[in-house]
């Protein structure tokens, strides 16, 4: 079962927070809000954070210059997860990933399902590596942001957290690059 391992020492992560939204400002913006409120909370380090309308290729380039950025171990997207026309993150996300984290968007799912019952079948949260950064889209709802946070997120970005984190890979999500 998971735990907290409290012999090892907390490793803050920089994060950076991308709102997908054609109408949102930073006054208003409740579910990044609602990330950079929680990881702050945990310890981590919000480093950007900055509303990219909902096209696919501002989000992609915007993804891609946070993975370029040293500063940068994660980014969360919140908004344009959806079914509508305009929702187009996961296919932004997807221009981007280097590889997928499959399990992201079940485990998601899975923890949807015990707050919204079959609601959940409409969301298409999705998370993935490039360029050793992870990436993590999320649904565009207060409520989303915080159940991906306080059941996944703020447990797989904790290196404490076991029997294993993504922190702890972290050092390794790049070695491709820089095998010869």
């Known amino acids: 079962m998971s735990r907290i391992d409290e012999t090892k020492d907390f490793i803050p992560v920089r994060i950076a927070v991308l709102t997908v939204s054609d109408t949102r400002s930073l006054a208003d913006d409740k579910s990044g809000q609602t990330l950079v409120d929680r990881i702050e909370a ?5 480093v950007e954070r900055t509303i990219v309308p909902d096209e696919r290729d501002q989000i992609a380039h915007q993804l891609r210059v946070w993975c370029a950025d040293d500063r940068i171990d994660v ?6 997860t ?3 026309g305009r929702d187009v993150t996961v296919e932004a996300h997807r221009d981007v990933y280097e590889k997928e984290i499959d399990a992201f968007g ?3 799912t899975i923890v ?3 707050k ?8 298409r949260a999705t998370a993935g590596v490039a360029q050793g950064t992870y990436l993590f889209a999320l649904p565009g709802s207060p409520g989303a942001c915080r159940d991906a946070w306080d059941e996944i997120l703020g447990r797989q970005l904790d290196f404490r957290h076991r029997p294993c984190n993504f922190v702890e890979i972290m050092p390794r999500l790049d070695e491709h690059l820089r095998r010869k």
């Open 106 to 108: 079940t485990i998601f």
């Open 75 to 80: 980014v969360i997207s919140t908004g344009g």
């Open 42 to 46: 945990a310890g981590h380090q919000v």
């Open 116 to 123: 919204i019952g079959t609601s959940a079948v409409q969301s």
């Open 112 to 114: 949807s399902m015990q």
């Open 82 to 84: 959806g079914l509508t």
